[in-house]
T-cell receptor
């Protein structure tokens, strides 16, 4: 299957700082990328959907000014957690979809805000 | 609105026995259904998908799933479980965006 690379896999940051997470589709063009958040032993919560070259569509309850998403090219989307707080600590997963229906997932990023 | 439900939080099975992880869906139109597996602190790995065609779908690692339209179900099955199959399993549907079930922890004991 196709490969989606997510970086970093783990990050620890201080409260009030910003953290950027990258999601790259390595061997296909991803017109659509998704960002999910997962709490321990829970399902994936869709945060936003991003299409290349346009603004992301955020799910209800997700603060767009806090979770900045940029999808500047067909192979790269970034999620920036701005002014991070301990409650933002979570496992973030990106997903990229090719022109068909299948989605491929990154390895996930464990964010810890101290 | 589309939704996917996994009624069991955890499934326990002995190694070598058959396993079933349940999933039901509620979507309008033709459902696109998926199964993914997640190991601790890792992303999701694709197992199999149903788009159209045969109701019995075969996937990775010996897993298969049966699409049942009348029961709106897409249960994941494997004839003989391995200890290494122990993980978190997600059923998902895709009608524009991928929506996940709650997840089921599969525990295979030796």
């Amino acid at each position: 299957g196709a490969v989606v690379s997510q970086h970093p896999s783990r990050v620890i940051c201080k409260s009030g700082t910003s953290v950027k997470i990258e999601c790259r589709s390595l061997d296909f063009q991803a017109t659509t990328m998704f960002w999910y958040r997962q709490f321990p032993k829970q399902s994936l919560m869709l945060m936003a959907t991003s299409n290349e070259g346009s603004k992301a569509t955020y799910e209800q309850g997700v603060e767009k000014d806090k979770f900045l998403i940029n999808h500047a090219s067909l192979t790269l989307s970034t999620l920036t957690v701005t002014s991070a707080h301990p409650e933002d600590s979570s496992f973030y997963i990106c997903s990229a979809r090719d022109r068909l229906t299948e989605a491929f997932f990154g390895q996930g990023t464990r964010l810890t805000v101290v | 609105a589309q939704s996917v439900a996994q009624p069991e939080d955890q499934v326990n099975v002995a190694e070598g026995n058959p396993l079933t992880v349940k999933c039901t869906y509620s979507v309008s139109g033709n459902p696109y259904l998926f199964w993914y597996v997640q190991y601790p602190n890792r992303g999701l790995q694709f197992l199999l998908k149903y788009i159209t065609g045969d109701n019995l779908v075969k996937g990775s690692y010996g897993f298969e799933a049966e699409f049942n339209k009348s029961q709106t179900s897409f249960h994941l099955k494997k004839p003989s479980a391995l200890v290494s199959d122990s993980a978190l399993y997600f059923c998902a549907s895709n009608t524009g965006k991928l929506i996940f079930g709650q997840g089921t922890t599969l525990q295979v004991k030796p």
